[in-house]
């Protein structure tokens, strides 16, 4: 198996060609050295004797004549111990921060294998993130894969700290949990905002993070998440824990994709990006999870810049496709000073109607929701037509609609970064917005509901 | 294994292998590829290669690995066992591998599709001396509670019986019937094997004039679908295409639902999976598992099984169509296997078409519409499969390629709607750009069944929307307040149509399903209102007086208040609204 070829027949972007191999299996690791230093790379094409080789820590300094090349007779692993937590490692899975090896209890292949559907568990309990629009509107579900569509400039990476350092499990499994940060070429700074916001929060000792920076070489990128994934299945599946998973920037990954498919010369569909986006992504979103047999979960929360804030482009329209629901970050709140500036109706949470409500929330919890959804679209409708004909103009109803909005936004969506609301002060709060209405306008409540919340005098303290 | 022919892998491209050294494989064979005998099938035979897309993850294949000809098309096995199973695209059950394999779907695990080892109780209905033609039903096994399996003479096969073993138990494998035709003996067993890419054949086709009842009201009244008649539902994420899918897999009135997920979300599947088997029929009293069966490639499962998942799924459709059934088979989504088209068609580097999609993606999408209808089959039973396709355009832009083209092969138009979706009105059907071409057949069904005057109400509704419509473009730019009373009165019962009756709470117990008969009654009773406010306003009151009586929200909240079984209870509630407009009417009179 040590056979070692001499030389490259061509070398294209990050990809080379090797002629003559024997026995080569596809996606087998291959090991290249250049004077004195090894990369490593991964077969993507094999016709023939001839290779197709992705080599991930770029091409630079490579030549036809100055390498020597191993396969290595397996496809990449991870290497898989509890010591990893608490560790950094880079976009393949070494570790960068001087603590040395890790002494791996197993290892397996990052590209993981499906899981079966009849294996899994619906994934139904909440997860109270302490911020009032997510858990009221767009509630987060333990091994949910919930993305975070943002802009450049909006504030994704504080909300995602803050969704870190809150997020509470109801059943007291709390200090079962662990977070898996996988950076894509994401800048410097940001990654070490992230680590220093774990370490204020106390959380360091059971976080690992993967960190392929912005300068890091592109084809690492594709590889990032896997190895983040892999990891991430080892703590939930096999030790049982609750695992939170933040991919950021998703938007860097699918263009890391788009770059190695037109050096490989293939069709592009939309925008350039390849035909296979959709299952590219989808292989590492459907990771995500809670299964049979064990105690543990994925819950994802990958975080994505639109490019020109345009929901339709190709990455956020697959996620949002594949995902299950969305948190939309949108610019004119963020202007208008809100924090989190979440866009509520974009936004959505798939799971939330089996997560919510009476066992698990309150029982008032999918109506006020519902209510609070319709009321506030209304809002918009109303904006819209004071935009033509100006406030002034509006009808006595369109203005109290318009009065809503307004608090809604300030009191309910606005929030401090260090506010943490419990779901019940989340719900209470949503009942004094909706008592801003009269009656007749709140057609999502049922007349039990409505007696019960709208109208009982005890929860009316502190109305607006 | 004498008349196998190898093959070794010359070429790995994702699920694209090119295969050299031989000659002898047929087009759209199926191919056992590498040591681990993986699934493939044969797509391009060139003069010194044959191109085979695998249906398995292809990560660790090797050059020079053998490649062995099956000599037979991909196929599906049929017969008892079918129903209540969960099944990869490529029929294989998913709980038997999850037996073998734990919580991943591993490689190569190449086994049996369905229980070879299960005894059926075989309730037979030839003896020797009968006579046999294709599609007769010989055999009768009750598969579950709710579905009698009738076994059939697979098609092609006729002849008289020479023997057949008496009632019993027997395995799917064993033996029950031989015929004899001029030529030879057949050996006929409980199960059969289609090639899945082949329509089964039927003796003649029937007109689409009953409705396939999915007790959606927008859905029912609105845009009705016929048995054996096709639909399409587009939408963007978010708009809830899943969970129309679930709602008419729910409770559409077929006796055998054949659910496809194509590369979706593997929690949908689990979710299947955990609520079918609580929730009841409504019309057998089961539980609507014993009627379904499942197909689940989820997005991260292997791509070309995608591909097949769709013709898997139909074959199994036609297959109890045969037998005299009502087929409902809802694929979720044909974006996602138009998708995998263009990924192997990329892969095969053929000359694409339309943003990438290949030329034949029009021709394959007709293919697979035409296998709906109703049919009289060979055995003089009549039976139809539906086919209700999600499609997932991009970016929610409905001028894609794979919409496009699907509407062209589809009568039916459920077109949902992110604004919709966004105000949380659900099912979001837009009422203005869906469309069901079924209507004029149907009018006999439902002015026959469900009330005489059922297609002139629905038109008043239509009528009433359209309306709506127009004065919305006008409220947008100058407001509602300046518009005459009368046109006020339309937004009011616009809304009051949009949120009592379009809307419809797929948790709740008394409107996730509603019979045909309450849907009328509800029509009724919303149109019975405009008539007499409109007379109202005709004599001066104004729309903000009778809003203020609530009998709008009054109306917009009967889909709660009046249960599915007490039609009584509208005749009193229409006296109801008419006491209280009579005494509007009255005081105003007075003042």
């Known amino acids: ?66 390498t020597h090349s191993r396969l290595l007779g397996k496809p990449l692993r991870m290497p898989l111990s509890m010591e990893l937590l608490g560790r950094v490692l880079d976009g393949i899975g070494r570790p960068v921060d001087g603590l040395g090896e890790i002494f791996p209890e197993k290892s397996r292949d990052i590209n993981g294998e499906p899981i079966n559907p009849v294996m899994r568990k619906y994934p139904r309990n909440f997860i109270q993130t302490g911020i009032s629009s997510i858990d009221g509107l767009i509630t987060l579900i333990r091994g949910q894969k919930l993305p975070v569509f943002s802009g450049s400039g909006l504030p994704h990476n504080k909300l995602a700290v803050q969704i870190v350092r809150q997020a509470r499990i109801t059943d007291g499994e709390n200090d079962n949990f662990a977070v898996v940060f996988a950076a894509m070429g994401v800048k410097y700074d940001v990654a070490e905002y992230f680590k220093q916001s774990f ?100 819950t994802q929360i990958p975080i994505l810049t639109m490019p020109n804030d345009d929901i339709t482009h190709p990455i956020p329209d697959l996620t949002g496709y594949i995902t299950e629901g969305q948190i939309v970050l949108d610019k004119n709140l963020a202007f208008k000073g809100v924090y989190p500036p979440i866009s509520i109706l974009p936004s959505l949470s798939r799971l939330m109607k089996d997560g919510i409500g009476e066992g698990y929330t309150r029982e008032d919890h999918p109506q006020v929701a519902n209510q609070l959804f319709a009321s506030y679209a209304k809002v918009q409708e109303v904006r819209a037509l004071a935009s033509v004909i100006g406030e002034e103009e509006l009808s006595h109803i369109d203005k109290i609609y318009m009065n809503f909005g307004r608090e809604f936004e300030k009191n309910f969506i606005s929030q401090d970064f260090q506010e943490n609301r419990s779901i019940e002060e989340t719900l209470d709060l949503g009942w004094r917005l909706l008592r801003l209405l009269p009656e007749e306008e709140l057609d999502r409540l049922s007349p039990e509901i409505t007696d019960k919340y709208f109208k009982a005098p005890e929860s009316r303290e502190g109305d607006f | ?126 003896e020797p001396g009968d006579y046999l033609n294709q599609g007769e039903v010989f055999a009768e096994v009750k598969e579950t509670e709710s579905v009698n399996h009738k076994i059939m003479v697979p098609p092609g096969i006729k002849g008289e019986v020479i023997e057949a ?36 054949p039927y003796y003649r086709r029937l007109p689409l004039d009953i409705p396939l009842i999915t007790g959606q009201r927008v859905i029912d009244t609105l845009f009705p679908l016929a048995k054996g008649g096709t639909a399409a539902i587009p939408g963007g994420f978010g708009t809830g295409k899943t969970l129309t899918q679930h709602q008419l897999a729910k409770w559409a009135d077929a006796d055998i639902i054949v659910y496809v997920g194509c590369g979706e979300r593997g929690n949908e599947i689990t979710e299947v999976l955990e609520d079918f088997p609580e929730l009841i029929d409504p019309r057998s009293g089961r539980p609507l598992m014993e009627r379904t069966v499942l197909i689940g ?81 060979f055995n003089k039973t009549l039976g139809s499969v539906s086919i209700i396709g999600a499609v997932s355009p991009q970016g929610g832009d409905f001028s894609e390629p794979v919409t ?56 008043m509704l239509s009528r009433i929307l359209q309306e709506e419509g127009k ?20 937004l009011e019962t616009a809304r009051t149509i949009r949120q009592g009756f379009l809307q419809q709470n797929a948790y709740h117990e008394q409107d996730a399903y509603v019979p045909v008969q309450k849907q009328y009654l509800m029509m009724d009773s919303i149109l019975r209102l405009y008539e007499k406010t409109t007379r109202l306003v005709s004599l001066g009151i104004p729309v903000s007086v009778i809003r203020k009586s609530g009998v709008f929200e009054e109306l917009i909240r009967i889909k709660y208040n009046i249960s599915n079984e007490d039609t009584g209870a509208f005749d009193e509630l229409n006296m109801k609204l008419e006491t209280r407009l009579d005494e509007i009417e009255s005081d105003y009179k007075q003042n």
């Open chain 2, 471 to 490: 004065l919305l473009d006008i409220v947008k730019l100058i407001g509602s307040d300046i518009l005459p009373d009368e046109q006020k009165l339309v």
């Open chain 1, 199 to 298: 370490k204020k929060s106390g959380v360091l000792d059971r976080v690992v993070m993967f960190l392929n920076l912005a300068n890091d070489p592109v084809v690492e990128r594709i590889v990032t998440p896997r190895c983040a994934l892999t990891a991430a299945e080892y703590l939930a599946y096999e030790k049982g824990m609750h695992v939170l998973v933040i991919l950021t920037d998703m938007t860097s990954y699918a263009e890391a994709l788009r770059e190695i498919s037109s050096s490989k010369g293939e069709i592009p569909s939309r925008k350039g990006y390849p035909g296979y986006l959709y299952s590219d992504l989808a292989s590492i979103y459907e990771r995500a999870g809670m299964v049979k047999g064990s105690k543990g979960s994925i």
């Open chain 1, 1 to 66: 198996m040590n056979v070692e070829y001499i030389g490259l027949k061509e070398i294209s972007g990050p990809l080379v060609v090797i002629d003559g191999v024997k026995n080569a299996s596809y996606e087998e690791m291959v090991e290249i050295t250049v004077g004195k230093n090894k990369k490593l790379g991964r077969i993507i094409k094999i016709e023939g004797e001839m290779c197709v080789i992705q080599i991930f820590e770029g091409t630079r300094g490579v030549s036809l004549e100055n």
């Open chain 2, 297 to 377: 490639n989820t997005s991260n499962m292997p791509v070309a099984a995608r591909e097949a998942s769709i013709y898997t799924g139909i074959t199994l459709a036609e297959y109890y169509r045969d037998m005299g059934y009502d087929v409902a088979i809802m694929a979720d989504s044909t974006s996602r296997w138009a998708e995998a088209l263009r990924e192997i068609s990329g892969r095969l580097e053929e000359m694409p078409a339309e943003e990438g999609f290949p030329a034949y993606l029009p021709s394959r999408l007709s293919e697979f519409y035409e296998r709906a209808g109703r049919v009289e089959n």
């Open chain 2, 1 to 126: 294994m004498g008349d196998t022919s190898h093959g070794t892998i010359y070429g790995i491209n994702g699920p694209v292998i090119k295969v050299r050294g031989n000659h002898a494989f047929q087009m759209l064979e199926m191919v056992l590829v590498g040591h681990d005998r993986l699934v493939g099938e044969v797509i391009r035979i060139l003069k010194h290669e044959t191109i085979v897309q695998v249906y398995e993850n292809t990560t660790g294949l090797k050059t020079g690995e053998p490649v062995v000809s099956t000599g037979k098309p991909l196929t599906v096995k049929l017969g008892p066992g079918i129903i209540g199973n969960v099944f990869d695209g490529i029929e294989r059950p998913l709980v038997k591998i999850a037996e073998d394999t734990g919580i991943y779907i591993k490689r190569g695990s190449v086994m049996n599709n369905l229980d070879t080892e299960k005894l059926w109780d075989v309730k037979m209905l030839v």
């Open chain 2, 404 to 459: 496009q083209n699907t509407k062209r092969f589809i009568r039916c138009f459920w077109a949902l709607d992110k604004s919709l979706a966004y105000t949380r009105h659900y099912p979001a059907v837009n009422w203005t750009n869906s469309y069901s071409e079924y209507s004029d057949e149907l009018s006999g069904w439902y002015n026959e069944i469900a009330h005489p005057e059922f297609m002139n109400k629905k038109a």
């Open chain 2, 165 to 200: 073993v008496g009632d019993g138990q027997y395995n799917i494998e064993k033996t029950i019937v031989k015929v004899r035709d001029e030529k030879r003996i057949h050996n006929l067993t409980l199960v059969q094997e289609w090639p899945v890419r082949e329509p089964r």
